[in-house]
């Protein structure tokens, strides 16, 4: 089991480009210039690899890192029954964790505790079995997914950036009717690339990667795209922190296709 747990306010990684690896997913983090004003990181993600899936969470949250350390912890808390229902097959995992994230977002205990924070946290869950993903997101953290039969169509995006959802303080959870967005993706036969990022990339000044392509473009070269993404902002002088986790997945078996397909 490879994993990892992190809160922006433990290591700020102000004007420090991180990359690392966590099984096959590459972690980029960088918390911003300080000559740009950038003091503090209040991003996060906690990722947990098991032998056919992938569990992430990405965070990006203000005014302080509490709601998404409160996040984190309310999800690392209950590991084990996640776990669980991530051996599950496809056919059956993907409704019953659906369940389980919502039904520990609106737990009354937890919702009690997110009174008590200072700020609100954007946040996207991203999980990968088989063939096929899921994710359900609360904010702007944005969640591509490349591979080239979608990228004739110009599909690049998995979910929009949602600028007035959060959880924390202000919670869309305490909403009689909460908001959120949620999908269930089948990805495509040959090399899938997953990419979850905060909006730093996006955000920067310049723009440079505000065109989805262009992320994509710079995955034509998978070993030394991270750092590019990163060392870019950093150059324009990003100040809101990035975080982005990505990986490929390779899908051998057939795939939905049109009836009409040669």
């Known amino acids: 089991m490879y994993d990892l747990r992190w809160i922006g306010s433990e290591n700020t990684f102000v004007d420090d480009i991180s990359i690392e690896s ?24 906690l990722i947990w690899i098991g032998q056919d899936w992938e569990w992430t969470m990405v ?14 912890d309310q999800f690392t808390k209950h590991r084990i029954v996640i776990e669980q229902i ?12 659906e369940r389980l994230v919502l039904d520990l977002l609106q737990e009354e205990s937890f919702r009690t505790a997110c009174r008590n924070v200072q700020g609100e946290t954007a946040c996207l ?18 969640a591509y997914l490349f591979h080239p039969d979608l990228r004739k169509h110009r599909q690049f995006k998995l979910n929009e950036r949602q600028f007035f959802e959060w959880i924390g303080r202000v919670n869309t959870f305490d909403l009689p009717v909460p908001c959120y967005t949620r999908g269930i993706r089948e990805l495509r036969r040959g090399v899938n690339r997953i990419l979850l990022t905060t909006d730093g990339l996006i955000e920067c000044p310049g723009t440079p990667f505000q065109d989805s392509a262009k992320v ?7 070993e030394t795209a991270v750092e590019r993404l990163l060392t870019t902002i950093e150059r324009q002088g990003v100040r809101d922190s990035t975080t982005l986790l990505t990986w490929e997945v390779v899908i051998d078996e057939t795939v939905t296709e049109p009836g009409n397909a040669k």
């Open 22 to 45: 966590i099984g096959p997913i590459t972690v980029g983090r960088f918390g911003g210039c300080s000559r740009s004003g950038q003091t503090k990181n209040e991003d996060g993600c």
């Open 59 to 72: 965070l990006d949250a203000h005014d302080t890192a509490e709601s998404a350390s409160l996040v984190v």
């Open 86 to 97: 991530l051996g599950e097959e496809p056919a059956t995992m993907f409704a019953s964790l």
């Open 125 to 142: 869950f991203l999980v990968r079995k088989g063939k096929y993903i899921w994710w359900l997101s609360v904010g702007d953290v944005v």
């Open 216 to 222: 994509e473009a710079v995955f034509e070269r998978p």
